[in-house]
């Protein structure tokens, strides 16, 4: 395969999650391989340089729409480093979509992740109120200002809905984008009922980089990991604990909103059994993961990938997870793990006693799970996806005459 010159975008969260492990992920990958990769990042922590004047405030709005500011430096970027392909990895909301028209104008192909929903709900999770909704896919997005769905405040999410109905009607999401990557079937079938060009759109899913390594020990504790949040059936967790009919430790990795809540909780229902370890390194995190007899996932959203899925397939772990989106199709039930219905604490608990009497079938299922990461999940497999994604895509924007040439 030809190296290639390719500019990586990526906009980071206030606070970090698995699309800025993805992005750095896919960074080391492609510079492992010989490519010639620049980056382009913005930080939404940049908000807090900005003063608290109503005027700040509406200028930050009008950038979360157009910036033309990121526009011009991009165009910049683009005529002087002329890069064969541009790779989004997400642009809400400082770098803004601006930057899509700068590439459509000098002829640079891009290739768009689907880390999440954003383009189809202002919320970026099709959640609302404990439980799953698709009302701005049957309504439209301005569904959600009614709901205050974006941080719970109907002018921020008017912000929102307003970029993605302005760069419908510009036509960004149809035109200037040529490859969509999402991560699952699950998701791409989403995108495509809601309009999106099925032939844009692969499907590529996240990766362990670096393999952490098969388990050669079971220790006798469950564990979770990620973001103590609603929509990760962070509470669902902690009431299926106690319904428990046996004892079995529970080790919690992750901070979010919901912790004093459920650590109150905890000691309430269950002291001597959860364990709340707040964040850790990804070399404790792995270790906890390899000794864990297995892995809950119990997210009442959909999910994009969740990386927790991944890591317990890559250490050979099996895992417990909602019936649900993306997990449903990634964990096969009674093969890499259990399944449990949605939001369900009483099912949760079934499964996860079943689970507990039932330990060789679930380290059967372990080795079934390492044996899914090799076959999909593997740094090097993931590579060959993606260019063969960038080579469809090169081919496919080659006919293109560009409004500016370079």
């Not at 809950?296 to 994009?304: A, I």
């Not at 949760?348 to 679930?362: F, Y």
């Not at 996806?385 to 081919?395: A, G, K, N, Q």
Request: with cysteine; proline share 5%; aromatic share 8%.
């Amino acid at each position: 395969m030809r190296t290639m010159k390719i500019v990586l975008v990526h906009n980071s969260y206030q606070q970090g999650g698995g699309e800025d492990v993805v992005f750095a992920q896919e960074r080391r990958n492609l510079e492992r391989a010989g490519h010639d990769v620049l980056v382009y990042h913005r930080s939404n922590s940049e908000i807090e340089n900005l003063g608290a004047r109503p005027f700040d405030r509406i200028a930050l709005a009008k950038n979360t729409i157009w910036s033309s500011n990121t526009r011009r430096e991009f165009e910049a970027l683009l005529a002087r480093e002329a890069p064969d392909l541009v790779h989004v990895h997400n642009t809400f909301f400082m770098i803004s979509p601006s930057i899509y028209s700068a590439c459509r104008d000098r002829g640079v192909p891009v290739v768009q992740t689907l880390h999440n929903f954003r383009l189809l709900c202002p919320a970026g999770t099709l959640y609302r109120d404990g439980a799953v909704c698709e009302a701005c896919l049957t309504s439209g997005v301005w569904s959600s200002v009614r709901y205050s769905c974006y941080r719970e405040s109907r002018a921020a999410t008017a912000t929102v809905a307003l970029m993605l109905a302005t760069h419908t009607l510009l036509g960004t999401w149809r035109h200037s984008i040529d490859t969509y990557i999402a991560l699952t079937n699950f998701s791409r079938d989403k995108f495509i009922s809601a309009g999106l060009n099925p032939n844009k759109i692969a499907v590529k899913p996240n990766f362990v980089d670096p393999d952490p390594g098969e388990r050669t020990n079971v220790g006798d504790y469950a564990l979770y990991t990620g973001r103590l949040s609603e929509e990760k059936g962070a509470s669902v967790l902690v009431e299926a604990w106690r319904r428990l009919p046996v004892r079995c430790p529970l080790h919690v990795v992750g901070d979010g909103p919901l912790r004093a809540t459920l650590e109150s909780k905890a000691q309430e229902y269950a002291a001597s059994r959860i364990n709340f370890r707040g964040r850790l390194s990804r070399e404790e995190t792995m270790a906890l993961v390899k000794g864990a007899r297995f892995v809950v996932v119990p997210s009442t959203c959909y999910e994009g990938f969740p990386l927790a899925i991944a890591e317990a397939m890559a250490c050979g772990t099996p895992l417990i997870c909602s019936r649900l989106g993306a997990m449903k199709e990634i964990v096969a039930d009674h093969a890499t793990g259990l399944h449990f219905t949605p939001g369900d604490p009483d099912d949760l608990a079934r499964e996860v006693d079943w689970a507990l009497k039932q330990p060789a079938d679930m380290e059967e299922m372990g080795r079934a799970a390492r044996r899914e990461y090799e076959a999909h999940y593997t740094a090097e497999r993931n590579y060959s996806i993606l260019m063969e994604i960038y080579e469809r895509t090169l081919t496919r924007a080659s006919d293109r005459v560009p409004a500016l040439s370079n």
